[in-house]
């Protein structure tokens, strides 16, 4: 029996999508444990047509179900047995016997979706906030909260309703943040644009970085609030301190890391454990601090490796073959170039010769 009627441009293209992600993913191997039932065997959708035939009618036109009918799946792939388990335990004993998905946890519920969208989805899925959930009070949403399987819609993707509604039914939060200005407009945005509801791998599930969205249909001069002058970059971290949300709105909650090196704000503890960030990135602190900010503690407590009894004849050499290419950076983090002068001037020991032994090596022509 065919189950194809006149279907809109869009949901071709839909169909088309579909078929070429699960053709490119081999799908779950085997049934999932839960939907394998002992003793039952499966008999195919058109015997659960003959029964449920208001249902069949409606879910064999979509594009979705119309791959899903495909002869050349496996059997725990195709058609309603996909989703609710091998049937003839259910023929036979008509109620029961069959998975309800209302039973179904919603951590189960995805799964079922997951076994054929492995490479749209499920690689990601499960590190991103939606797919961990918040706790009680924002769990994890299931893949038909927001996309029907049973009823046709003229949405992309088989969306319930529009994006930015099933999105704010969650997050209506972001409607106070956008008059706050710590959110960008909804009013001709939807929130897909910069969102990938199904990929944590950008913090805040953003499809690229923040600047690189906002570049997507704004050019940065525009959209640089006025404030942002180069005395303001020197003492931004006051501002920042004050109201972190604005800054996030642009910059994202990893953007101070970024553009620092090193965990910003410092964390509790940092100011003891800063040796390691320093050595990693010593150019990272002179953005912000001076010798004389580091000098109020280290002109009495210098690194631990300083207190070795040969470090100024022989250990701070030692050292600075150990750290190689990072070594000038470091040490130059506290002494200035005339210290090390004067001092190997002294040994006649030439501090350039010492410095391009840090240095790149240079590219051959």
């Known amino acids: 029996m065919q189950w194809v009627r006149a279907l809109p441009l869009g949901t071709v293209v839909l169909t088309a999508v579909l078929m ?4 490119v993913s081999s799908g779950q191997k085997r049934p999932l444990p839960f939907l394998a039932r002992r003793n039952a065997r499966y008999v195919g959708s058109q015997v659960c047509f003959a029964c449920h035939w208001d249902v069949a009618q409606v879910w064999a036109s979509l594009p979705h179900s119309q791959w899903m009918l495909d002869e050349k799946l496996p059997h725990h792939l195709r058609g309603c047995e996909a989703c609710h388990g091998p049937g003839s335990l259910h023929v036979v004993a008509r109620k029961g016997n069959i998975i309800v998905w209302r039973s179904l946890s919603v951590a189960d519920q995805n799964a079922i979706c997951l076994q054929c969208h492995q490479t749209v989805t499920a690689d990601k899925w499960h590190y991103s906030p939606h797919g961990k959930g918040a706790g009680a009070k924002r769990p994890s949403p299931a893949c038909t909260d927001c996309h029907d399987v049973h009823l046709p819609t003229r949405r992309r993707w088989m969306l319930k309703s529009a994006t930015n509604q099933l999105c704010l039914r969650c997050h209506s939060d972001i409607v106070q943040k956008v008059r706050r200005d710590e959110h960008h407009s909804l009013a001709r945005t939807q929130c897909a644009a910069c969102h990938d509801p199904h990929d944590g791998a950008i913090a805040g599930m953003l499809k690229l970085t923040p600047t690189a969205l906002c570049t997507r ?3 940065l001069v525009q959209v640089t609030p006025a404030d942002h002058t180069p005395e303001f970059v020197k003492g931004h971290g006051k501002q920042a301190k004050v109201n972190d949300r604005r800054c996030a709105a642009c910059h994202g909650r990893d953007g101070c890391d970024r553009c620092h090196g090193v965990a910003m704000p410092h964390p509790k503890g ?5 040796g390691e960030a320093t ?13 004389s900010f580091c000098a109020k503690c280290h002109a009495d407590a210098p690194p631990v490796s300083h207190d070795a009894a040969d470090y100024a004849a ?3 050499a030692d050292e600075f073959r150990r750290l190689s290419r990072r070594a000038a950076a470091y040490c130059k983090t506290c002494h200035q170039r005339p210290f090390c002068d ?3 001037r002294q040994k006649g020991i030439p501090l350039e010769a010492v410095e391009r032994l840090s240095s790149p090596p240079a590219l051959a022509p």
């Open 279 to 291: 050595l990693n990135a010593p150019h990272t602190c002179t953005r912000c601090h001076d010798q």
């Open 217 to 219: 249909c704004h050019d």
């Open 20 to 23: 070429a992600a699960a053709a």
């Open 314 to 316: 022989k250990g701070h």
């Open 342 to 344: 004067d001092c190997h």
């Open 270 to 274: 940092f100011a003891t454990a800063h």
